[in-house]
């Protein structure tokens, strides 16, 4: 059999070459690092996670957590090396971020249909192939996909949070513990009001570095720099991601103003990463500014936070609901170029489109996975948003609602997750998706 070709050795990249493989259709991987990296990247290893070391919540009445789950019914080799090499983080799923990468790259490296090669694609395949360059995907190759009929491609921004040294935390101000009870696995610095409206008024003066085309407006909601956050308002912080609620610092007996978590980012917890502290300020201004909170007076950075251009498709009208292009039969692109936002639904793309790619390679039709599942609902909306289209998470406001209402919210999370697996294993049990079973 012919080898398809995948470009992209990120997470949806890689989940869409094991699952051609695992269909014993051969894959040629291609991946420009080591010899080129983006302004993001800085690993060589495949499946590098760029801003954040968590895939998010890991709770079935989330949809990510949903969306998770479908994917570890249905072989992802992302949330198998996930699973493999997580990290505490409470209710999410977060992963020691070199070792992740490891797993990954060692199980694509290793299989005998999947053979690498590290070059720059510059030009699309003629044959069948799955496009998962990111976005952030070179020039040259920007420029063949921008030039297909019927497509254009739009931009936004993102960032990556600062990692700080474990050992360099003072821990007589900094105390263990998750929110609402739910275990110790991440850190808290907690502030009072006097040392929360100082740290707001030092992030509006704060130096930042400049961002060719960013005028402040382009953010995804979900990745928003802190900068930016203190600028739509003295509290929105204190309601984001240093809301504290459900936390009680133990020095006092009682709940902080506010307070900056921190998030294991290996196994051996030796680097803590702040959570939701995404950032575009000069690393100077990081170092200065990061240290008025407490606990971080002394601490190490070990990598500041950067800011770097998203660019992705307008797919509505352009790809069909298993990301293969409308007019071009045979290709498929994957990951956030895609529109989809965030780390496992770029995975879960590149499952779909993998799955699809090879059942066409096998004469077989391609899977409906309906709006009734996550995967499925995702990849519609991806395909039939109308409007303004932009990157979108995993939500339930994607998925099609139950046919009796449920008031309480969190029982009909439960209840839209319950008729999802159920689907997702009627799928599985299907005799026509034998496929899915493959070693």
């Known amino acids: 059999m012919q080898r398809v070709t995948v470009i992209g050795a990120g997470l949806a990249g890689c989940e869409a070459a094991w699952q051609l493989a695992r269909r014993g259709v051969p894959v040629k991987l291609v991946e420009m690092k080591p010899r080129t990296y983006t302004p993001a990247h800085h690993s060589a290893g495949f499946a590098e996670l760029v801003c954040s070391n968590s895939l998010r919540s890991d709770r079935l009445t989330n949809a990510v957590g949903l969306l998770k789950e479908e994917m570890r019914q249905l072989g992802s080799l992302i949330l198998r090396v996930a699973d493999e090499t997580r990290v505490p983080a409470g209710g999410a799923l977060a992963v020691d971020r070199d070792a992740f990468s490891r797993g990954v790259t060692q199980a694509v490296s290793t299989h005998p ?80 009001r006097e040392e929360y409206e ?94 008025m909170i407490p606990g971080l007076e002394n601490a190490e950075f070990l990598r500041y936070g950067v800011m770097h251009r998203n660019t992705f498709l307008h797919s509505p009208g352009f790809l069909d609901a298993n990301y293969q292009m409308i007019g071009r039969p045979g290709l498929y692109f994957a990951g956030q170029m895609t529109g989809v936002e965030g780390y496992v639904e770029s995975a879960s793309s590149g499952l779909v489109a993998g799955i699809a790619l090879a059942r066409r390679r096998m004469g077989l039709a391609p899977v409906d996975w309906t709006d009734y599942t996550a995967i499925g609902a995702l990849a519609r909306h991806v395909s039939q948003a109308t409007g303004d289209f932009q990157p979108m998470n995993a939500n339930f406001g994607l998925i099609a609602p139950l046919e009796k209402r449920i008031r309480n919210k969190q029982e009909r999370y439960g209840a839209l997750a319950a008729r999802s697996l159920d689907v997702i294993e009627a799928l599985r049990s299907n005799p026509l998706h034998d496929d899915f079973y493959a070693d």
């Not at 707001?200 to 802190?226: N, R, S, W």
């Open 198 to 291: 100082a740290f707001y008024h030092a992030l509006l003066t704060a130096e930042k570095a400049p961002v060719h085309g960013f005028d402040g407006t382009q953010v995804f909601e979900g990745c928003m720099p802190i900068e930016v956050m203190a600028e739509r308002g003295e509290m929105v912080m204190a309601f984001g991601p240093m809301k504290p609620v459900g936390l009680v610092d133990p020095r006092s007996g009682r709940e902080p103003y506010a307070a900056v978590q921190l998030r294991a980012e290996n196994s051996a917890g030796t680097m803590y990463n702040l959570v939701g502290f995404q950032t575009r300020l000069k690393w100077g201004e990081q170092k200065r500014v990061f240290s």
């Open 113 to 192: 249909l999947i053979d690498i090669v590290c070059e720059e694609a510059v030009e699309l395949p003629q044959t069948d192939a799955v496009v998962a360059t990111g976005p952030l995907t070179s020039e040259a190759l920007s420029a063949q996909i921008a030039a297909l009929p019927g497509l254009t491609t739009l931009n936004f921004y993102d960032a990556a949070a600062p990692i700080v040294s474990a050992d360099s935390l003072d821990m007589t101000r900094v105390f263990r513990q998750s929110r609402y009870g739910r275990g110790d696995d991440y850190l808290n610095c907690p502030m009072n």
